[in-house]
C-alpha cells in the first residue's frame, strides 16, 4: 500500500484519482512542522504548497518518504539537498499556474492604472462629484496601458504568458533575465535588456517572475528602486522576499514611484501595519487561486507521482 499525505489544498479530482489508484490518501490541512514531524514516517508521498518547510530535520525522520510534491511553482520551502540524499523525487507543477498568475499581474495592473479602488470607494460612500474627483483634482482620473512598456524580471512560464498577453493589450515588453530568451520572442517584438539598471530605468510597469533564490533575495531594493521612473508601478506575485517590504513603502511615501500591488509577502499573513500606503493594492496570495489551475495542478502531480512509481 502506498500512503499519501496531502497537507494543503488539493482538487478533489487529484485525489480521487489517486485513490483509483489503489494509494492510501490522508488529507490534514491543519499540519504544522512539529505535528508533521510526528507522523511523516508512516507517508510514501508528501503533497505541500509554501504552508509548510521541508527541511533537514523532516526529511530526515521520513524513512519510507519517496516523492515530495509541491503543488504549485516555487521549491525554496523544499530543502533539495536533503532530498537528493535521501533519493526522494521533488515535484512540482511549474506550467499549471501560469494563466491565472499572468491574468492576475493585467488585473492588479488595471486595478492601479484605472484607480478602480479609489473610484469604488468614493461611490458607495455616496459620492458623485466628477468635478471634484475627476475634473478638478483629477483623483480618478487613470492610465491607459496601451503604449505603456512592461517590464518582465524573470522569464519563465508566468513571463512569457505574461509577455504574450501584454502584446495583445498593446505595450512594449521589455525583459531581464540570466537566460537568453528564445528567439520565437524576440521575432515577436520582446526587447531582452541585459543590463538589470537600464532595464528599470525604461520600465512604466515592473512584473516580477524570478524564484527566490540567494541571488534574488531583496534584489529590489532602496538602490534598484531609485532607477525606476517616478510614474513607475511595481506588482509582485513571485515570492515576497524578492522585494525589500519597507524599501519600498519608503519609495511610495516618497513618491520615488507611483504604486505597487503585492500578493506575495516575506512574512505570510504579512503585519497589516505595512500594508497601508493609499498607492499600495495587496492580496493575499491568490495568484493560482482559481477552479481551473486547482484541478491542473492537482492532475498533473498525480500523473507526475504515477510516471515514478511506474518507472520503479
Known amino acids: ?23 492510501n490518501v490522508d488529507i490534514n490541512y491543519d499540519l504544522n512542522e512539529e505535528g508533521l514531524l510526528e507522523i511523516i514516517d508512516k507517508y510514501n508521498i508528501l503533497i505541500v504548497r509554501s504552508n509548510l518547510q521541508i527541511d533537514m530535520e523532516i526529511i530526515n525522520k521520513s524513512i519510507n518518504l519517496k516523492v515530495i510534491a509541491r503543488a504549485g511553482t516555487g521549491l525554496d520551502n ?9 533519493n526522494i523525487h521533488v515535484i512540482n507543477t511549474p506550467s499549471s499556474a501560469s494563466d491565472s498568475v499572468s491574468e492576475l ?34 483623483l480618478l482620473v487613470g492610465s491607459n496601458m496601451y503604449g505603456k512598456t512592461i517590464g518582465i524580471l524573470g522569464f519563465g512560464n508566468i513571463g512569457k504568458k505574461l509577455a504574450i498577453k501584454s502584446l495583445a493589450l498593446g505595450m512594449k515588453v521589455i525583459v531581464y533575465d540570466i537566460v537568453n530568451i528564445d528567439g520565437r520572442f524576440i ?31 531583496y534584489m529590489i531594493n532602496s538602490k534598484t528602486l531609485k532607477h525606476m521612473k517616478k510614474s513607475a508601478i511595481i506588482i509582485n506575485t513571485s515570492r515576497g522576499k524578492v522585494l525589500n517590504l519597507r524599501d519600498l513603502i519608503d519609495s511610495l511615501e516618497k513618491t520615488e514611484i507611483a504604486g505597487a500591488a503585492l500578493d506575495v509577502f516575506e512574512k505570510e499573513p504579512p503585519n497589516p501595519e505595512l500594508l497601508k500606503h493609499k498607492n499600495m493594492i495587496v492580496t493575499p496570495h491568490i495568484g493560482s487561486q482559481t477552479f481551473e489551475t486547482h484541478e491542473n495542478i492537482a492532475l498533473n502531480i498525480v500523473n507526475k507521482i504515477e510516471d515514478i512509481f511506474n518507472l520503479q
Open 78 to 86: 523544499i530543502d533539495l539537498t536533503s532530498a537528493k540524499e535521501k
Open 1 to 23: 500500500m502506498i500512503n499519501v499525505l496531502i497537507t494543503c489544498q488539493f482538487h478533489e479530482n487529484g485525489v480521487k484519482k489517486l485513490k483509483s489508484k489503489g494509494y
Open 187 to 217: 521575432e515577436r517584438g520582446i526587447i531582452q535588456k541585459n543590463n538589470f539598471f537600464e532595464f528599470l530605468k525604461e520600465l512604466d510597469i515592473l512584473s516580477i517572475h524570478v524564484p527566490l533564490t540567494k541571488e534574488t533575495e
Open 105 to 138: 499581474v493585467i488585473g492588479l495592473i488595471i486595478i492601479l492604472y484605472r484607480k478602480l479602488i479609489e473610484s469604488n470607494s468614493t461611490l458607495k460612500d455616496g459620492i458623485w462629484d466628477r468635478k471634484e474627483f475627476i475634473w478638478k483634482k483629477k
